[in-house]
């Protein structure tokens, strides 16, 4: 290492040290220029972006942002992970799902890369006969297995402990989980009649015979894909945990070996810092209950790719979502890291998902190092008090779920489903209004795209809480487009009249043939309304043009036949314009009403 001589040199001399508020009036002076009359905090809370839970992300944070000592790696409150050395010694545990009993595609995974499997088992996967042809060719000292069998948890798991000695794996080289999870289960499918009497028996035999082997899975996707929020995730998935410490307590395990038995999985988003802040919370919280019980520990942490963001229209942008979600769920310090093919809402992924979802995580670890960093946002002042902010709304959910008496009885009353669905009305409202864009779906689409297809895959349980997807509103619009256009050969068409010279109305056009795309209609920029095939017109230019001209063209476009005129720009007083479109206008409300007028059933 080379050390540069002290000759007094600094680059910042000759300027003088910035203050927050000489800053603060520099944004207030940039706003002022926009219309924003705004000064001090406001001009900062002005920039500032609205997060679930109540939180805000400000546009800047300093060392004043002040947050609990994260403490060191592998030690209480572990917000810095659970193991001193972190992913260092060979990065994460790469994880992947199979649904279906396809043994060369789980040989194929752990040939090139996988490190784990998860196999989904019973209803809506893999029949439990047939565990041991999947599993034929697996080493099982040497690949975890993790199962997830719901009301067939017992079966499935004397089967594959029944695998572990037919094959003469010695027991303390058995390592995975054989994930029940009651509570999880009763909140997918709204069924309180699973008997945990035989998860405790199993856990008591894990805890004695099978110290590598886990019994318990505490999975918060369900909360995550009924809508709810990072805070709601993080409350049920400790409500849950400590159901979970309390029913194997009182069935004869310590509190040490009770913990021990629990796994925790989350979903990693691709809002990379929401989900770094989530898992480092989740640590905080989880130190936190145990430290109450008396068995202060790690939480060992399974980070899913969210199934929630996944689209089905241009599916390819799937792996961009997923990769930033994986680089999230490795930065905030994940045991394993699932990413879900980018075909995972289409159906069974083919092998060319199976291995591009795989080497997502091989690119990370192997190619850009990012497991050669213990926690690499620590210390990050914006991360921090993220960490801070979100463990606190996640302590205050997982209390109100305690005060309802636990999360079974939140599961049963309600109140939990009610609290997920608002906070899903909320978010799809802002998808509604393109304020948080679905690249290929609500913005940028392709109507010329050829829909990617895939066998289908296994139904899943269902009868509790619903599964949502981002993209669910804008595929509704899309088939009905699809409908439309196998049934007469053309898309409903839309007629997009240009007013002035390019400059003028170029930036509206672009607007306007993205947004009505987002719903299945085919924009028409050239000739003229009569020859274009559409009943439905948008005016599109400059503010300027548009007093001069607008209503004239609209009289002109309602003489020949235009049943509905839109102008592209803010709602102003022209006569002859039925309706506005806008940035921060209600797309899918605009796009739904259209088709209807159109008679796209």
């Known amino acids: 290492m080379t050390v540069l001589p002290d000759d007094g040199l600094s680059l910042a001399a000759e300027f003088p040290d910035a203050t927050h508020e000489q800053w603060q009036r520099l944004v207030a002076g940039v706003l002022r220029k ?27 944070y300093t060392a004043h942002d002040s947050a609990p000592d994260p ?59 047939s565990l041991g042809r999947v599993l034929d060719g697996v080493y099982l000292d ?21 695998l572990y000695g037919e094959r003469g794996v010695a027991k303390e080289a058995a390592r995975g989980n054989l994930g029940a999870d009651p509570l999880g289960f009763e909140a997918r499918t709204g069924d309180d009649s699973f008997d945990f009497a035989p998860v405790a028996a199993l856990a008591r035999r894990c805890s004695e015979e099978y110290p590598g082997l886990r019994t318990l899975t505490v999975d918060a996707l369900p909360y995550h894909e009924a809508g709810g929020s990072a805070a709601q995730e993080l409350g049920s998935s400790l409500a849950t945990g400590v159901a979970y410490l309390r029913a194997l307590t009182e069935a004869g395990l310590t509190v040490e070996q009770a913990a021990a038995q629990l ?175 679905i690249t290929g779906v609500s913005e940028f689409p392709n109507l010329a795209e050829r829909l990617v ?12 809480l619903p599964r949502v997807r981002r993209d669910e509103a804008y595929e509704a619009l899309r088939a009905r487009s699809d409908a439309h256009l196998a049934a007469t050969g053309s898309r409903p068409r839309i007629f997009l009249a240009a007013l002035g010279p390019a400059a003028a109305h170029t930036a509206r056009l672009t607007f306007a043939s993205n947004l009505f795309q987002a719903g299945g209609i085919e924009p028409v920029t050239e000739g003229s309304f009569e020859d274009s095939g559409a009943t439905e017109v948008c005016l599109c230019s400059s503010d300027p043009l548009y007093e001069e001209r607008a209503a004239e063209v609209a009289a002109s476009l309602k003489s020949a036949g235009a049943a509905q005129v839109f102008l592209a720009g803010r709602p102003g007083q022209y006569p002859g314009v039925d309706a506005y479109v ?20």
């Open 263 to 437: 796994e925790f999985r989350y979903a990693a988003t691709a809002d990379q810092f929401l989900t770094i802040a989530k898992l480092r919370a989740a640590h905080r919280l989880w130190a936190r209950v145990a430290e109450v019980c008396g068995a202060p520990g790690s939480q060992v942490q399974h980070a899913v790719t969210s199934p929630v963001m996944m689209s089905r229209r241009d599916p390819w942008v799937n792996m961009l979502r997923t990769t930033v979600a994986t680089l999230a769920a490795g930065v905030g310090g994940a045991d394993a890291v699932t990413v879900l093919p980018f075909d995972h809402a289409l159906g069974l992924p083919d092998a060319f998902a199976r291995r591009i979802a795989r080497n997502t995580s091989t690119i990370l670890v192997e190619e850009s190092h990012l497991s050669r960093v213990i926690d690499p946002a620590g210390g990050s002042w914006y991360v921090e008090r993220l960490t801070d902010e979100l463990a606190h709304a996640g302590w205050e959910f997982f209390q109100r779920i305690e005060q309802e008496g636990g999360q079974a009885a939140a599961l049963r009353s309600g109140r939990l489903r009610q609290d997920l669905a608002d906070t899903w009305a909320a978010r799809s409202a802002k998808l509604a209004k393109r304020r948080e864009p």
């Open 142 to 162: 040497l690949a975890p297995v993790v199962l997830d069998a719901g009301r067939e948890v017992e079966p499935a798991a004397r089967e594959l402990l029944r």
């Open 453 to 464: 297809e895939r066998e289908p895959a296994p139904v899943q349980p269902s009868g509790g």
């Open 582 to 601: 806008f940035a921060g206008c209600d797309a899918v409300a605009v796009l739904s009403a259209t088709l209807d007028r159109m008679g796209v059933s």
């Open 71 to 129: 403490g060191l790696p592998g030690f209480a409150p572990f917000v810095r992970g659970g193991r001193a050395e972190g992913n260092t010694l060979g990065g994460w545990d790469v994880r992947q799902q199979h649904t279906a009993a396809d043994g060369d595609a789980v040989v194929a995974d752990l040939e090139n890369g996988v490190t784990s499997l998860w196999l989904v088992m019973g209803e809506g996967g893999i029949p439990v006969s």
């Open 34 to 60: 926009s219309g924003k009359e705004v000064s001090d905090d406001a001009a900062e809370d002005a920039l500032s972006t609205a997060l679930e839970d109540g939180l805000r992300a400000r546009p800047l």
